[in-house]
Protein backbone atom coordinates (compact mmCIF):
# COMPACT_ATOMS: atom_id res chain seq x y z
CA UNK A 1 0.00 0.00 0.00
CA UNK A 2 2.93 2.22 0.87
CA UNK A 3 4.57 1.68 -2.15
CA UNK A 4 1.67 2.11 -4.50
CA UNK A 5 1.04 5.80 -2.61
CA UNK A 6 4.60 6.65 -2.83
CA UNK A 7 4.26 5.84 -6.80
CA UNK A 8 0.85 7.14 -7.23
CA UNK A 9 1.80 10.96 -7.55
CA UNK A 10 3.90 10.07 -10.96
CA UNK A 11 1.87 7.66 -12.17
CA UNK A 12 -1.28 10.19 -12.13
CA UNK A 13 0.86 12.85 -13.90
CA UNK A 14 1.59 10.45 -16.53
CA UNK A 15 -1.85 8.63 -17.49
CA UNK A 16 -3.22 12.17 -17.58
CA UNK A 17 -1.02 13.90 -19.73
CA UNK A 18 -0.63 10.51 -21.91
CA UNK A 19 -3.88 8.99 -21.65
CA UNK A 20 -6.21 11.34 -21.38
CA UNK A 21 -3.64 13.97 -22.89
CA UNK A 22 -4.50 16.20 -19.87
CA UNK A 23 -2.15 19.49 -20.36
CA UNK A 24 0.63 19.74 -17.80
CA UNK A 25 -0.95 22.38 -16.44
CA UNK A 26 -3.85 20.40 -14.84
CA UNK A 27 -1.99 17.43 -14.81
CA UNK A 28 0.58 18.07 -12.45
CA UNK A 29 -1.34 20.33 -9.64
CA UNK A 30 -3.49 17.25 -9.49
CA UNK A 31 0.13 15.34 -8.71
CA UNK A 32 1.19 17.94 -6.18
CA UNK A 33 -2.36 17.12 -4.41
CA UNK A 34 -1.73 13.60 -4.47
CA UNK A 35 1.52 13.67 -3.21
CA UNK A 36 0.78 16.32 -0.41
CA UNK A 37 -2.18 13.60 0.49
CA UNK A 38 0.18 10.94 1.07
CA UNK A 39 2.60 12.91 3.24
CA UNK A 40 -0.01 13.50 5.38
CA UNK A 41 -2.31 10.97 6.33
CA UNK A 42 0.43 7.98 5.04
CA UNK A 43 3.53 9.28 5.82
CA UNK A 44 2.18 11.99 8.74
CA UNK A 45 4.11 14.52 7.85
CA UNK A 46 3.16 18.29 9.65
CA UNK A 47 0.97 20.50 7.58
CA UNK A 48 2.57 23.25 7.97
CA UNK A 49 6.11 21.56 6.44
CA UNK A 50 4.33 20.10 3.43
CA UNK A 51 3.37 23.77 2.51
CA UNK A 52 6.93 24.94 3.91
CA UNK A 53 8.66 21.83 1.22
CA UNK A 54 5.78 22.77 -1.57
CA UNK A 55 7.32 26.84 -1.13
CA UNK A 56 10.75 25.56 -1.53
CA UNK A 57 9.91 23.60 -4.08
CA UNK A 58 8.36 26.40 -5.91
CA UNK A 59 11.16 28.90 -5.35
CA UNK A 60 14.06 25.93 -6.97
CA UNK A 61 11.61 26.20 -10.17
CA UNK A 62 11.71 29.78 -10.37
CA UNK A 63 15.56 29.06 -11.81
CA UNK A 64 14.38 26.79 -14.57
CA UNK A 65 11.77 29.15 -15.73
CA UNK A 66 13.79 32.14 -15.61
CA UNK A 67 16.21 30.41 -17.86
CA UNK A 68 13.32 29.46 -20.30
CA UNK A 69 11.71 33.03 -20.19
CA UNK A 70 14.86 34.23 -21.40
CA UNK A 71 15.61 31.87 -24.25
CA UNK A 72 11.79 32.95 -25.50
CA UNK A 73 13.04 36.80 -24.79
CA UNK A 74 16.13 36.18 -26.68
CA UNK A 75 14.66 34.29 -29.35
CA UNK A 76 11.37 36.85 -30.11
CA UNK A 77 14.06 39.52 -30.11
CA UNK A 78 16.31 37.67 -32.91
CA UNK A 79 12.95 37.40 -34.63
CA UNK A 80 11.82 41.03 -34.30
CA UNK A 81 15.05 42.53 -35.34
CA UNK A 82 15.66 40.28 -38.18
CA UNK A 83 18.76 38.04 -37.07
CA UNK A 84 16.77 35.20 -36.94
CA UNK A 85 16.70 35.12 -40.96
CA UNK A 86 20.30 35.33 -41.20
CA UNK A 87 20.84 32.24 -38.70
CA UNK A 88 18.92 30.08 -40.67
CA UNK A 89 20.23 31.43 -44.06
CA UNK A 90 23.69 30.27 -42.65
CA UNK A 91 22.62 26.76 -41.31
CA UNK A 92 21.20 26.43 -45.24
CA UNK A 93 24.25 27.11 -46.96
CA UNK A 94 26.18 24.16 -44.55
CA UNK A 95 23.82 21.66 -46.35
CA UNK A 96 19.95 22.19 -47.45
CA UNK A 97 19.33 18.21 -45.93
CA UNK A 98 17.30 18.34 -42.87
CA UNK A 99 19.35 15.55 -41.15
CA UNK A 100 22.43 17.48 -41.55
CA UNK A 101 20.93 20.47 -39.94
CA UNK A 102 19.64 17.80 -37.14
CA UNK A 103 22.94 16.87 -36.67
CA UNK A 104 24.50 20.40 -36.43
CA UNK A 105 22.29 22.29 -34.42
CA UNK A 106 20.63 19.52 -32.12
CA UNK A 107 24.01 17.76 -31.70
CA UNK A 108 26.75 19.15 -31.80
CA UNK A 109 25.65 23.45 -31.13
CA UNK A 110 23.15 21.76 -28.44
CA UNK A 111 25.67 19.98 -26.28
CA UNK A 112 27.72 23.30 -26.06
CA UNK A 113 25.44 24.89 -24.57
CA UNK A 114 24.43 22.43 -22.49
CA UNK A 115 29.05 22.19 -21.38
CA UNK A 116 28.78 25.83 -20.84
CA UNK A 117 25.19 26.47 -19.14
CA UNK A 118 23.64 23.17 -18.10
CA UNK A 119 20.18 23.81 -16.38
CA UNK A 120 18.49 22.50 -19.43
CA UNK A 121 18.95 25.84 -21.66
CA UNK A 122 20.55 23.67 -24.76
CA UNK A 123 16.79 22.63 -26.02
CA UNK A 124 15.35 26.05 -24.73
CA UNK A 125 17.62 27.40 -27.14
CA UNK A 126 17.47 24.95 -30.24
CA UNK A 127 14.05 23.67 -30.51
CA UNK A 128 12.82 27.49 -31.41
CA UNK A 129 16.14 27.36 -33.50
CA UNK A 130 14.71 24.38 -35.10
CA UNK A 131 11.32 26.06 -35.77
CA UNK A 132 12.44 28.82 -36.83
CA UNK A 133 13.98 26.93 -40.10
CA UNK A 134 10.62 25.47 -40.60
CA UNK A 135 10.87 21.77 -38.89
CA UNK A 136 7.42 20.99 -37.30
CA UNK A 137 7.20 22.01 -33.76
CA UNK A 138 6.61 18.84 -31.71
CA UNK A 139 9.82 17.35 -33.98
CA UNK A 140 12.44 20.01 -33.33
CA UNK A 141 11.41 19.35 -29.65
CA UNK A 142 11.45 15.85 -29.36
CA UNK A 143 15.09 16.02 -31.37
CA UNK A 144 16.47 18.82 -29.06
CA UNK A 145 15.36 16.50 -26.61
CA UNK A 146 16.74 13.27 -27.49
CA UNK A 147 20.12 14.89 -28.31
CA UNK A 148 20.43 16.86 -24.87
CA UNK A 149 21.43 13.30 -23.08
CA UNK A 150 25.42 12.65 -23.27
CA UNK A 151 26.52 16.07 -22.37
CA UNK A 152 24.60 16.57 -19.37
CA UNK A 153 26.32 15.06 -16.62
CA UNK A 154 29.39 16.94 -17.43
CA UNK A 155 27.26 19.80 -18.36
CA UNK A 156 27.29 23.18 -16.41
CA UNK A 157 30.72 22.62 -15.31
CA UNK A 158 30.35 18.68 -14.37
CA UNK A 159 28.01 19.78 -11.87
CA UNK A 160 25.80 16.74 -11.82
CA UNK A 161 28.97 14.16 -11.87
CA UNK A 162 30.64 16.07 -9.73
CA UNK A 163 27.69 15.77 -7.26
CA UNK A 164 27.37 12.33 -7.50
CA UNK A 165 30.88 12.00 -6.18
CA UNK A 166 30.47 14.73 -3.59
CA UNK A 167 26.79 12.56 -2.60
CA UNK A 168 29.20 9.05 -1.72
CA UNK A 169 32.18 10.54 -0.49
CA UNK A 170 32.35 9.55 2.84
CA UNK A 171 31.23 5.93 1.93
CA UNK A 172 34.06 5.78 -0.22
CA UNK A 173 36.23 6.76 2.71
CA UNK A 174 34.60 4.83 5.33
CA UNK A 175 34.91 1.20 2.87
CA UNK A 176 39.09 2.51 2.93
CA UNK A 177 38.77 3.82 -0.92
CA UNK A 178 41.24 6.85 -2.25
CA UNK A 179 38.09 9.17 -3.20
CA UNK A 180 40.33 10.84 -6.11
CA UNK A 181 41.04 7.36 -7.34
CA UNK A 182 37.53 5.97 -7.09
CA UNK A 183 36.02 9.28 -8.59
CA UNK A 184 38.72 8.81 -11.44
CA UNK A 185 37.55 5.04 -11.91
CA UNK A 186 33.88 6.68 -11.99
CA UNK A 187 34.15 8.98 -14.55
CA UNK A 188 36.53 6.59 -16.72
CA UNK A 189 33.46 3.96 -16.83
CA UNK A 190 30.97 6.73 -17.21
CA UNK A 191 32.42 8.12 -20.16
CA UNK A 192 33.19 4.53 -21.72
CA UNK A 193 29.27 3.39 -21.11
CA UNK A 194 28.55 6.78 -22.51
CA UNK A 195 30.28 6.52 -25.83
CA UNK A 196 28.93 3.37 -26.80
CA UNK A 197 25.46 4.55 -26.34
CA UNK A 198 26.36 7.96 -27.19
CA UNK A 199 27.70 6.95 -30.16
CA UNK A 200 23.86 6.30 -31.78
CA UNK A 201 22.55 9.64 -30.25
CA UNK A 202 22.63 11.73 -33.96
CA UNK A 203 21.13 8.38 -35.88
CA UNK A 204 18.08 7.85 -32.89
CA UNK A 205 17.33 11.56 -33.45
CA UNK A 206 17.79 11.63 -37.21
CA UNK A 207 15.36 8.28 -37.53
CA UNK A 208 12.84 10.14 -35.09
CA UNK A 209 12.66 13.47 -37.37
CA UNK A 210 12.28 11.32 -40.04
CA UNK A 211 9.33 8.83 -38.83
CA UNK A 212 7.61 11.37 -37.69
CA UNK A 213 7.27 13.01 -40.98
CA UNK A 214 5.00 11.95 -43.58
CA UNK A 215 7.49 11.59 -46.26
CA UNK A 216 7.99 8.23 -48.62
CA UNK A 217 11.01 5.73 -48.73
CA UNK A 218 11.65 6.68 -44.58
CA UNK A 219 14.04 3.24 -44.33
CA UNK A 220 16.15 4.51 -47.09
CA UNK A 221 16.09 7.89 -45.42
CA UNK A 222 17.55 6.52 -42.86
CA UNK A 223 20.56 4.08 -43.85
CA UNK A 224 22.02 6.79 -46.80
CA UNK A 225 22.64 9.27 -43.48
CA UNK A 226 23.29 6.85 -41.43
CA UNK A 227 27.31 6.41 -41.84
CA UNK A 228 27.42 10.18 -41.83
CA UNK A 229 25.90 10.36 -38.52
CA UNK A 230 27.64 7.57 -36.87
CA UNK A 231 30.39 9.76 -38.00
CA UNK A 232 29.30 12.63 -35.81
CA UNK A 233 28.63 10.50 -32.74
CA UNK A 234 32.01 8.88 -32.48
CA UNK A 235 33.67 12.05 -33.49
CA UNK A 236 32.13 13.61 -30.50
CA UNK A 237 32.02 11.20 -28.08
CA UNK A 238 35.91 10.22 -28.18
CA UNK A 239 36.96 13.86 -28.10
CA UNK A 240 34.67 14.27 -25.10
CA UNK A 241 35.88 10.95 -23.18
CA UNK A 242 39.28 12.21 -23.92
CA UNK A 243 38.70 15.78 -23.03
CA UNK A 244 37.24 14.53 -19.37
CA UNK A 245 40.42 12.04 -18.78
CA UNK A 246 42.74 14.83 -19.57
CA UNK A 247 41.16 17.93 -18.06
CA UNK A 248 38.98 16.88 -15.63
CA UNK A 249 34.84 16.53 -15.31
CA UNK A 250 34.56 20.61 -16.44
CA UNK A 251 35.24 21.13 -20.02
CA UNK A 252 34.45 17.92 -21.79
CA UNK A 253 30.91 18.76 -23.34
CA UNK A 254 32.61 22.23 -24.22
CA UNK A 255 35.74 20.87 -25.64
CA UNK A 256 33.91 17.70 -27.16
CA UNK A 257 31.69 20.14 -29.65
CA UNK A 258 34.72 22.66 -29.87
CA UNK A 259 37.42 19.84 -31.21
CA UNK A 260 35.12 17.81 -33.28
CA UNK A 261 32.31 19.56 -35.27
CA UNK A 262 35.83 21.54 -37.71
CA UNK A 263 36.71 17.23 -37.89
CA UNK A 264 32.44 17.49 -39.36
CA UNK A 265 32.25 20.17 -41.09
CA UNK A 266 35.49 18.96 -43.19
CA UNK A 267 33.66 15.75 -43.78
CA UNK A 268 30.80 17.99 -45.42
CA UNK A 269 33.06 19.62 -47.27
CA UNK A 270 34.98 16.71 -48.90
CA UNK A 271 31.45 14.72 -49.11
CA UNK A 272 32.12 11.90 -47.32
CA UNK A 273 29.24 9.72 -46.10
CA UNK A 274 27.23 13.07 -47.28
CA UNK A 275 24.14 11.37 -49.36
CA UNK A 276 23.61 12.67 -52.44
CA UNK A 277 20.16 13.39 -51.82
CA UNK A 278 19.06 16.35 -49.56
CA UNK A 279 16.08 15.21 -47.69
CA UNK A 280 13.52 17.53 -46.45
CA UNK A 281 10.14 17.90 -45.02
CA UNK A 282 7.19 17.36 -47.74
CA UNK A 283 5.84 20.60 -47.05
CA UNK A 284 8.65 22.33 -47.42
CA UNK A 285 10.16 19.81 -50.42
CA UNK A 286 9.92 23.17 -52.90
CA UNK A 287 11.86 25.35 -50.75
CA UNK A 288 15.44 23.17 -50.51
CA UNK A 289 17.80 25.88 -48.76
CA UNK A 290 15.39 27.50 -45.71
CA UNK A 291 16.92 30.75 -46.81
CA UNK A 292 14.38 33.66 -46.49
CA UNK A 293 13.48 35.89 -49.17
CA UNK A 294 15.73 38.33 -50.38
CA UNK A 295 14.46 41.66 -49.20
CA UNK A 296 14.20 40.18 -45.83
CA UNK A 297 17.85 39.08 -45.38
CA UNK A 298 19.72 42.71 -45.21
CA UNK A 299 21.50 41.96 -41.70
CA UNK A 300 24.68 40.77 -42.53
CA UNK A 301 25.74 37.00 -41.09
CA UNK A 302 28.22 38.14 -38.51
CA UNK A 303 26.22 40.63 -36.77
CA UNK A 304 23.40 37.89 -37.16
CA UNK A 305 24.91 35.44 -35.42
CA UNK A 306 26.77 37.87 -32.91
CA UNK A 307 24.33 37.74 -29.94
CA UNK A 308 24.92 33.81 -30.26
CA UNK A 309 28.78 34.26 -30.05
CA UNK A 310 28.60 36.89 -27.25
CA UNK A 311 26.85 34.29 -25.05
CA UNK A 312 28.83 31.90 -26.24
CA UNK A 313 31.74 33.39 -24.74
CA UNK A 314 30.37 35.11 -21.91
CA UNK A 315 29.37 31.91 -21.08
CA UNK A 316 32.85 30.21 -21.30
CA UNK A 317 34.40 32.50 -19.38
CA UNK A 318 31.74 32.71 -16.77
CA UNK A 319 31.36 29.13 -16.33
CA UNK A 320 35.27 27.89 -16.29
CA UNK A 321 36.30 26.83 -12.89
CA UNK A 322 40.00 28.24 -13.60
CA UNK A 323 38.81 31.53 -14.23
CA UNK A 324 37.47 34.03 -10.81
CA UNK A 325 34.06 35.33 -13.27
CA UNK A 326 32.12 32.44 -11.86
CA UNK A 327 33.02 33.43 -8.30
CA UNK A 328 32.99 36.95 -8.51
CA UNK A 329 29.16 36.52 -9.76
CA UNK A 330 27.83 34.16 -7.35
CA UNK A 331 28.67 36.37 -4.79
CA UNK A 332 27.56 39.64 -5.58
CA UNK A 333 24.43 39.54 -6.02
CA UNK A 334 22.69 36.45 -3.62
CA UNK A 335 19.01 35.97 -2.19
CA UNK A 336 19.38 33.63 0.79
CA UNK A 337 15.79 32.37 2.48
CA UNK A 338 16.07 31.11 5.67
CA UNK A 339 14.08 28.23 6.80
CA UNK A 340 10.56 28.30 5.42
CA UNK A 341 8.00 28.54 8.53
CA UNK A 342 10.56 27.27 10.69
CA UNK A 343 10.78 24.02 8.85
CA UNK A 344 14.29 21.99 8.85
CA UNK A 345 15.73 21.55 5.41
CA UNK A 346 13.79 24.44 3.48
CA UNK A 347 17.08 27.30 3.76
CA UNK A 348 18.01 28.45 0.14
CA UNK A 349 20.68 30.21 -1.38
CA UNK A 350 20.23 31.66 -5.12
CA UNK A 351 22.88 33.62 -6.51
CA UNK A 352 21.34 35.19 -9.46
CA UNK A 353 24.05 35.66 -11.92
CA UNK A 354 25.05 32.55 -12.53
CA UNK A 355 21.72 31.62 -13.85
CA UNK A 356 22.23 31.75 -17.89
CA UNK A 357 19.01 33.44 -18.28
CA UNK A 358 19.88 35.97 -16.37
CA UNK A 359 23.33 36.29 -17.31
CA UNK A 360 23.81 36.32 -20.15
CA UNK A 361 20.52 35.04 -22.39
CA UNK A 362 18.83 38.60 -21.12
CA UNK A 363 21.63 41.55 -21.19
CA UNK A 364 22.86 40.10 -24.68
CA UNK A 365 18.92 40.37 -26.02
CA UNK A 366 18.88 43.64 -25.08
CA UNK A 367 21.76 45.39 -25.29
CA UNK A 368 21.87 43.84 -28.94
CA UNK A 369 18.31 44.63 -29.89
CA UNK A 370 19.26 48.70 -28.79
CA UNK A 371 22.31 48.39 -30.92
CA UNK A 372 20.19 47.56 -34.22
CA UNK A 373 17.67 50.46 -33.42
CA UNK A 374 15.37 49.19 -31.27
CA UNK A 375 13.31 51.64 -28.94
CA UNK A 376 12.47 50.47 -25.36
CA UNK A 377 8.42 50.46 -26.51
CA UNK A 378 9.29 47.28 -28.44
CA UNK A 379 11.63 45.44 -26.15
CA UNK A 380 8.68 45.87 -23.56
CA UNK A 381 6.36 44.61 -25.94
CA UNK A 382 8.53 41.37 -26.79
CA UNK A 383 9.24 40.82 -23.12
CA UNK A 384 5.15 41.02 -22.70
CA UNK A 385 4.87 38.81 -25.29
CA UNK A 386 7.31 36.36 -24.22
CA UNK A 387 5.55 35.99 -20.40
CA UNK A 388 2.46 35.25 -21.86
CA UNK A 389 3.88 32.22 -24.18
CA UNK A 390 5.32 30.88 -20.61
CA UNK A 391 2.60 31.69 -18.51
CA UNK A 392 0.52 28.26 -18.15
CA UNK A 393 3.85 26.42 -18.30
CA UNK A 394 5.28 28.08 -15.77
CA UNK A 395 2.39 26.81 -13.34
CA UNK A 396 2.79 23.79 -14.56
CA UNK A 397 7.13 24.11 -13.68
CA UNK A 398 6.17 25.01 -10.33
CA UNK A 399 3.95 22.45 -9.35
CA UNK A 400 6.16 19.72 -10.56
CA UNK A 401 8.95 21.07 -8.21
CA UNK A 402 6.95 21.41 -5.27
CA UNK A 403 5.73 17.52 -5.84
CA UNK A 404 9.72 16.68 -6.06
CA UNK A 405 10.17 18.68 -2.88
CA UNK A 406 7.69 16.84 -0.75
CA UNK A 407 8.49 13.34 -2.32
CA UNK A 408 12.22 14.15 -1.58
CA UNK A 409 11.60 15.64 1.80
CA UNK A 410 9.04 13.02 2.79
CA UNK A 411 11.97 11.53 4.97
CA UNK A 412 11.65 13.91 7.89
CA UNK A 413 8.15 12.24 8.98
CA UNK A 414 6.33 11.27 12.27
CA UNK A 415 5.91 7.76 10.79
CA UNK A 416 9.39 6.79 11.48
CA UNK A 417 8.80 5.83 7.69
CA UNK A 418 11.65 5.86 4.88
CA UNK A 419 10.92 8.79 2.11
CA UNK A 420 9.06 7.68 -1.08
CA UNK A 421 11.88 7.73 -3.24
CA UNK A 422 14.00 5.49 -0.79
CA UNK A 423 10.97 3.04 -0.30
CA UNK A 424 10.60 2.55 -4.06
CA UNK A 425 14.09 1.60 -4.27
CA UNK A 426 14.27 -0.53 -1.96
CA UNK A 427 11.41 -2.25 -2.71
CA UNK A 428 13.17 -2.40 -6.54
CA UNK A 429 16.26 -3.75 -5.17
CA UNK A 430 14.24 -6.25 -2.55
CA UNK A 431 12.02 -7.79 -5.76
CA UNK A 432 15.07 -7.58 -8.16
CA UNK A 433 17.87 -9.23 -6.61
CA UNK A 434 21.27 -9.50 -8.87
CA UNK A 435 18.80 -8.72 -11.31
CA UNK A 436 18.92 -4.79 -10.31
CA UNK A 437 22.46 -4.58 -12.13
CA UNK A 438 20.07 -4.28 -15.23
CA UNK A 439 17.78 -1.85 -13.68
CA UNK A 440 20.81 0.46 -11.73
CA UNK A 441 20.57 3.02 -15.07
CA UNK A 442 16.77 2.76 -15.29
CA UNK A 443 17.08 4.24 -11.83
CA UNK A 444 18.98 7.11 -12.73
CA UNK A 445 17.10 7.61 -16.00
CA UNK A 446 13.78 7.74 -13.76
CA UNK A 447 15.41 10.07 -10.95
CA UNK A 448 15.99 12.60 -14.22
CA UNK A 449 12.34 11.93 -15.67
CA UNK A 450 10.96 12.62 -12.21
CA UNK A 451 13.10 15.48 -10.53
CA UNK A 452 14.13 17.17 -13.82
CA UNK A 453 17.49 17.05 -13.16
CA UNK A 454 20.19 15.13 -13.66
CA UNK A 455 22.22 16.57 -10.63
CA UNK A 456 19.20 16.08 -8.43
CA UNK A 457 18.66 12.40 -9.41
CA UNK A 458 22.38 11.69 -8.74
CA UNK A 459 22.12 13.66 -5.30
CA UNK A 460 18.84 11.00 -4.43
CA UNK A 461 20.01 7.71 -5.92
CA UNK A 462 24.05 7.95 -5.61
CA UNK A 463 24.19 6.22 -2.16
CA UNK A 464 21.27 4.03 -2.96
CA UNK A 465 23.28 2.59 -6.15
CA UNK A 466 26.66 2.31 -3.77
CA UNK A 467 24.99 0.60 -1.15
CA UNK A 468 23.27 -1.42 -3.58
CA UNK A 469 26.20 -2.22 -5.54
CA UNK A 470 28.11 -3.69 -2.13
CA UNK A 471 25.29 -5.32 -0.87
CA UNK A 472 25.25 -7.52 -4.92
CA UNK A 473 28.75 -7.84 -4.43
CA UNK A 474 28.80 -5.36 -7.21
CA UNK A 475 31.71 -2.38 -8.24
CA UNK A 476 30.91 0.45 -6.89
CA UNK A 477 32.34 2.45 -9.25
CA UNK A 478 30.60 1.30 -11.83
CA UNK A 479 27.63 1.32 -10.43
CA UNK A 480 27.88 5.24 -10.05
CA UNK A 481 28.82 5.30 -13.87
CA UNK A 482 25.70 3.47 -15.08
CA UNK A 483 23.76 5.86 -12.49
CA UNK A 484 25.09 9.01 -14.10
CA UNK A 485 24.73 7.45 -18.03
CA UNK A 486 20.89 6.52 -16.65
CA UNK A 487 21.02 10.62 -15.74
CA UNK A 488 21.80 11.70 -18.68
CA UNK A 489 19.29 9.64 -20.91
CA UNK A 490 16.42 10.96 -18.71
CA UNK A 491 17.46 14.16 -19.75
CA UNK A 492 15.12 13.38 -22.76
CA UNK A 493 12.25 12.45 -20.46
CA UNK A 494 12.29 14.85 -18.08
CA UNK A 495 9.02 16.59 -17.09
CA UNK A 496 10.13 20.04 -16.62
CA UNK A 497 12.44 20.09 -19.37
CA UNK A 498 9.68 18.62 -21.96
CA UNK A 499 6.71 21.55 -20.43
CA UNK A 500 10.01 24.24 -20.70
CA UNK A 501 10.86 23.68 -24.14
CA UNK A 502 7.34 23.20 -25.79
CA UNK A 503 6.88 26.14 -23.98
CA UNK A 504 9.60 27.93 -26.45
CA UNK A 505 7.47 26.74 -29.66
CA UNK A 506 4.25 27.40 -28.15
CA UNK A 507 2.80 23.85 -28.25
CA UNK A 508 1.75 23.82 -24.58
CA UNK A 509 -0.74 20.23 -24.57
CA UNK A 510 1.77 18.12 -26.50
CA UNK A 511 3.56 17.41 -23.44
CA UNK A 512 2.25 13.81 -23.38
CA UNK A 513 2.59 13.13 -27.29
CA UNK A 514 6.57 14.33 -26.50
CA UNK A 515 7.23 11.82 -23.57
CA UNK A 516 5.51 9.10 -25.42
CA UNK A 517 7.79 9.98 -28.58
CA UNK A 518 10.65 9.79 -26.51
CA UNK A 519 10.38 6.67 -24.39
CA UNK A 520 11.38 4.37 -27.23
CA UNK A 521 14.77 6.29 -27.72
CA UNK A 522 15.54 6.34 -24.48
CA UNK A 523 14.91 2.07 -24.14
CA UNK A 524 16.98 2.20 -26.65
CA UNK A 525 19.83 4.02 -24.84
CA UNK A 526 19.29 1.94 -22.34
CA UNK A 527 19.91 -1.12 -23.55
CA UNK A 528 22.59 -0.15 -25.33
CA UNK A 529 24.58 1.18 -21.85
CA UNK A 530 23.57 -1.87 -20.55
CA UNK A 531 25.26 -4.21 -23.59
CA UNK A 532 28.17 -1.88 -23.27
CA UNK A 533 28.29 -2.61 -19.41
CA UNK A 534 28.05 -6.65 -20.03
CA UNK A 535 30.90 -6.17 -22.43
CA UNK A 536 33.16 -4.28 -21.06
CA UNK A 537 32.76 -6.46 -17.74
CA UNK A 538 33.17 -9.59 -20.25
CA UNK A 539 36.53 -8.48 -21.53
CA UNK A 540 38.30 -5.68 -18.98
CA UNK A 541 37.15 -6.56 -15.62
Not at 92 to 97: K, L, N, Q, V
Not at 109 to 124: K, R, T, Y
Not at 136 to 160: D, H, M, Q, R
Not at 483 to 512: D, F, H, P, Y
Amino acid sequence: MLVFCAVFPILLALVLMTGFKVSPGKALPCSLLASAISAYFFWKMQFVDIVSYSLLGAVKALDIILIIYCAIFLLNMLRRTGALEGIKATFGEISPDRRIQVIVIAWFFSNFIEGVAGFGAAPALVAPLLVGMGFPAVTAVSVALICNTVPVPFGGAGIAFMTSCTAVANDVVNQGMDPAQFNREAMDLFTTFSCISGSFVPLIAVSAMILLSDTKRKIRSILEIAPLCFAAGILYVVVWKGAAMVLGPELPSVVGSLLAYPLFYLILKIRLFVPKRAWDFSENAENKLPVPDAGKQTMPLWKAWLPYLCIAALLVISRVPYLPVRRWLGSICQIRITEIFSTPGTMHQWSVLTNPGIFPFLPVGIIFALILGLKWKEIFQVARESEKQIRFSAFAIFAAFAMVQIMVSSSCNEAELPGMLALLTEKIINSTGKAYLLIAPVVGCFGTFFAGSCTVSNILFCPIQFNAAGLLDFPEAQMIALQNTGGGIGSMLRLSGIVATCATVNICGKEGKIILLNLLPALILLVLTLLGAYCYNLWFA
